[in-house]
C-alpha cells in the first residue's frame, strides 16, 4: 500500500499546477481524501476534501476559489489544481486517505490512516 503526491513545481505568482496523488495497493475512489501543505516551523495544514462519495468538497478559506480537487478517471488518483498561485501558497503539499468524511471536512490531520509522499511547491518571481 502506497500513496504519493507528485507534480510540485517552482512557478511564479499567478501561474499554475496540477498535483496528484496515486495510490496503489486499494482503490482510492473508495475513501475520503484530504490534501495538506507544510511549511518549516509550522504545523501541517489541511487544505481541501473530497468526500467519500465525491458528492462534497471543502476548502480552507485561503484557497478557496483558486484551487480544486477531484478524483481522477480511474480508481487510483485524485488531483488537486492549484491556480492564481501566490508566494504564501509555497510549502510541501501531502495528500492523506483513510480518514473520516467528518475529520476529512474539518481539515484534521488526526487519525489519518495513510499519509502520501509530499511534493514541493515553490511559488516566487
Known amino acids: 500500500v502506497r500513496l504519493v503526491a507528485s507534480g510540485g513545481d517552482s512557478v511564479q505568482p499567478g501561474g499554475a499546477l496540477t498535483l496528484t496523488c496515486t495510490v496503489s495497493?486499494?482503490?482510492?475512489?473508495?475513501?475520503?481524501v484530504g490534501w495538506f501543505r507544510q511549511t518549516p516551523g509550522k504545523e501541517r495544514e489541511g487544505i481541501s476534501c473530497l468526500s467519500e462519495n465525491s458528492d462534497a468538497t471543502y476548502y480552507r478559506d485561503s484557497v478557496k476559489g483558486r484551487f480544486t480537487t477531484s478524483r481522477g478517471n480511474g480508481k487510483n488518483t485524485v488531483s488537486l489544481h492549484l491556480n492564481s498561485l501566490k508566494p504564501e501558497d509555497t510549502a510541501i503539499y501531502f495528500c492523506a486517505t483513510h480518514i473520516s468524511d467528518y475529520l476529512c471536512s474539518q481539515f484534521s490531520a488526526s487519525d489519518v490512516g495513510l499519509w502520501g509522499q509530499g511534493t514541493q511547491v515553490t511559488v516566487a518571481s
Open positions: 495497493g486499494f482503490a482510492l475512489d473508495d475513501y475520503a
